[in-house]
């Protein structure tokens, strides 16, 4: 039976819902985006809950939602991913098991961290995330009638809505870069399997936002750099990984990008807005943002369907 659920991106600049029905596949029925006040969210971080709660109401009674299940994002740089094997006895672990294996793998203390972790036949996956920020975001969205399913970070949105779209058996081996400000990141999706890449900064200057130095010719020369990190990296965990393809999403990259990244790294780009328009209906025009820059909150509303 199909269910409907609410996605909600609340990034540095503006909050991004997505309202979609949810069942074999996950179909686009309403979307909305609105800006958000100028340091109302700062680094992830948000700054001024009442002026982000007023936005977030806003959108929703502009969008006349059907439900009110949500699943709100947690920024890149405010989650920790961590990639291990997966061993035959981790299904039987404890709690007390899974909060060691943790804390092996995180750089701060588990008590100022919200954890859990799913897990796939090559690899574990562990994620922790900063409570103080993940509370806040519940809050806001709880004072404004939402019940919240859940809150995910945005690189396993990203692998959620990839989870669907390629369907029970994945045939591709995919790496992902997520291009959003302040931070942009990579993921790998190896015929289902999930590998979290590297993050890094994305200077709001090139997309004209703020004042700054950096150059598009900067940036492409990061991304690209990121893309080889995260090739090498898998490929010493699983040797047999061949690159299908790189999608690009999240911010529009400036025209001639894609083409520098594909005739450096010798790999296709695939056409993701194709791809969304046609599995998911996605219209992003009644958005009035760019195919890619919806995805996320997408993915959160897949979250009904896959893992998290």
């Known amino acids: 039976m199909a269910k409907h659920f609410l996605g909600i991106q609340i990034s540095e600049y503006r909050i991004i819902c997505i309202e979609a029905k949810v069942a074999g596949s996950v179909t686009v029925n309403k979307i909305a985006m609105a800006s958000l006040p100028e340091n109302s969210v700062v680094n992830g971080v948000i700054a001024e809950p009442t002026a982000v709660s007023e936005v977030l109401e806003a959108v929703i009674t502009k969008m006349e939602i059907t439900t009110d299940d949500a699943i709100i994002n947690i920024p890149e740089n405010l989650a920790q991913i961590k990639c291990i094997p997966t061993e035959q006895n981790y299904l039987?672990?404890?709690?007390?098991?899974?909060?060691?294996?943790?804390?092996?793998?995180?750089?701060?203390p588990l008590q100022n961290l919200s954890t859990s972790y799913f897990i796939l036949p090559m690899t574990t996956v562990l994620v922790a995330a900063?409570?103080?920020?993940?509370?806040?975001?519940?809050?806001?969205?709880?004072?404004?009638?939402?019940?919240?399913?859940?809150l995910d970070p945005e690189p396993i949105a990203m692998f959620n809505l990839l989870t669907v779209l390629e369907g029970s058996k994945p045939k591709r081996n995919l790496i992902v870069a997520d291009i959003h400000i302040p931070y942009s990141y990579l993921i790998v999706f190896a015929k289902g399997e999930f590998w979290n890449g590297p993050a890094f900064f994305t200077p709001p200057e090139i997309f004209g936002i703020g004042d700054g130095k950096k150059t598009w010719r900067e940036f492409t020369e990061d991304l690209i750099t990121a893309f080889d990190?995260?090739?090498?990296?898998?490929?010493?965990?699983?040797?047999?990984?061949?690159?299908?393809?790189?999608?690009?999403?999240?911010?529009?990259?400036k025209?001639?990008?894609?083409?520098?990244?594909?005739?450096r790294l010798n790999?296709?780009?695939?056409?993701?807005?194709?791809?969304?328009?046609?599995?998911?209906?996605?219209?992003?025009?009644?958005?009035?943002?760019?195919?890619?820059?919806?995805?996320?909150?997408?993915?959160?509303?897949t979250h009904g369907k896959a893992f998290l």
Not at 93 to 108: F, M, R
Not at 255 to 263: K, L
């Open 229 to 253: 990190i995260t090739i090498h990296s898998y490929q010493r965990f699983n040797p047999a990984f061949n690159l299908d393809g790189i999608i690009l999403s999240g911010r529009k990259l």
């Open 92 to 108: 039987n672990l404890t709690d007390d098991q899974l909060n060691w294996e943790l804390s092996q793998h995180l750089n701060e």
């Open 267 to 301: 790999v296709d780009i695939i056409d993701f807005a194709k791809i969304l328009k046609k599995k998911t209906k996605l219209k992003p025009q009644k958005a009035n943002i760019e195919p890619g820059e919806a995805v996320i909150a997408l993915g959160l509303a």
């Open 255 to 263: 025209d001639g990008i894609e083409q520098t990244i594909q005739s």
């Open 130 to 150: 900063k409570k103080e920020p993940v509370i806040i975001r519940a809050e806001i969205a709880e004072k404004i009638g939402l019940n919240i399913l859940a």
